[in-house]
């Protein structure tokens, strides 16, 4: 079990990355000027980022945590 | 520890105030199109700014940093005296919204004043419920300590019981058109002052947790709670596992299984607006008992069991679920009853244009299973006589009977799912941290995983409906994906048994 916990850790390493890279690129392509929805308003995006780059950036600690065996007797 | 009459006043003095503070947040939420027509009108550019503002901000900003300003305060002062104060700026600024004069009378300020206020609200819910938990949890003996903090845990669904109640009550009272066009929607607003005070007066006559008292008459205190809980490794990785392995899980079972419940039988499945309310209101009064059970139940199998197996069924069920929801106001599937049909055709002028009018059909509709529907179509007629293709002006649908309670017991279902979730955690995060750093340490994960995570079904789902190919179930993608993540992290890396933190 210890085993995999570590190596779900660079799993979790790497998904934090990715998911404000995805983010990033739903914004960009969502985002309209002149758009009446709140998906299409860039204000929201920008909040959106703003709070999830600190929560990915926590989810790469999360597996670099786990990779390195902070977790492994939690069970 | 408290003796059991001590412990039932330290639950009720901590509740009732978190249920106020529960219920001036809702109401906000519940009241927005009524807020948005009087305070934001879409027209004016900078107001509608500042309304997109008032949502997202309150949430997802303010919230999580209300529970760093408001968790380090009670790390340091004491949690009696912090929780007192976030009731206080609820309360008032609760208060206060109600009593800001429209746009149309002081024009931008108006706007301006009601961000401030709500940003005052998320600020203080962000303090407020880590103290109310920690205050409870520190009361209470070790092998009970689900089942007391469970208490504070129904205050989240009874707060919004309690709004969507006093909403309807006073629409009923004061009439639907006073309610919404006059000044009948404050009123649930200034109702919230009299709450506060109320609290206020029972939580004064309170005495500090007697594990901070001892902390403290024993200097041991941490003079920066943020640097303990963030700056120090073994309790950073206890914040990011509550967060990812629990809170990030709960927020979104939590929230899909009220918020966008409600939403979804209001506008994609268009019952009509009382019967919609109703519905919640009966689901949340059977099944908010379970968070009791589901807390007490924790004592004797531990936190994470329960925990998981909430997420795991929404994961599952969700869609089943939702799809009956859809079905059940599916007027496709309904037997008309052709005798009982009636239409209705109104002629208006419209405003400007001069020989140009509209007409405006509503047909209604009975159904053999008791259901009505109203549809209304529209109609541009020029001046020249040229009818334009009729668009959807509305869409109503009273539900019979079987299809009433048949809502209720799926949203109950999801609710329990919910109790499942979230009536352990308090006493689960309370487990996490010692008490030096406790209500800062708790107070993050549970805000960002109830404020961001859960904050964010609404958005997400909406976006996710804009992908070419999607339907009414695809916005369900995103809690099913973070609560099956959270389910996957929890698995693995979360203990069943308390926290060796749980009596330092």
Redesign the interface.
Known sequence: ?DN??RY?GFL?MLAGPVILIALIA?AAK?IDING????S?P??WI??I???TP?AI??T??GW??WKG??DK?? | MQSPKGIWKVITASSVGTLIEWYDFYIFGSLSTIIAQKFFP?ANPTAA?LS??A???AG??VR?FGALVFGRLGDLIGRKYTFLLTLVLMGGSTFLIGCIPSYATIGAWAPALVLLLRLLQGLALGGEYGGAATYVAEHSPAHRRGFYTSWIQTTATLGLFVSVGVILAIRNIVGVDEFTNGNGWRYPFLLSIVLVIVSIFIRLKMQESPLFSKLKSEGKTVKNPLKESFGK?EN??MV??A??GATMGQGVIWYTGQFYAQQFILTKCFVEYEQANTIILISLAIATPFFIIFGSLSDKIGRKHIMLAGMLLGVLCYRPIFQELYETADLSKKVENVAAMQKLESVSSVAGGVGDSVKLVTVSKVYEDGSQSKISTRQQISSKGVVSEPVNAGKEIQLGSAGKWKMVGLITLMVLFVTMVYGPIAAFLVELFPTRIRYTSMSLPYH?GNG?FGG?VP?IA??IT?VPGTDHLSGLWYPIGVAALCF??GL????NKPGKNAEQ
């Open positions: 079990m995999l916990k779900l979790w739903i969502n009446t929805t709140d998906i308003k204000i929201p909040i959106i703003s709070i999830f929560v926590g989810l600690i999360f945590y786990a902070e977790y939690e069970q | 879409a700014l997109t503002l949502t997202f901000a997802f900003i999580p490794k950073f990785r990011l596992l967060l990812f960002i961001v964010l958005f909406t976006l804009t996957v992290i693995l890396y979360l203990s």
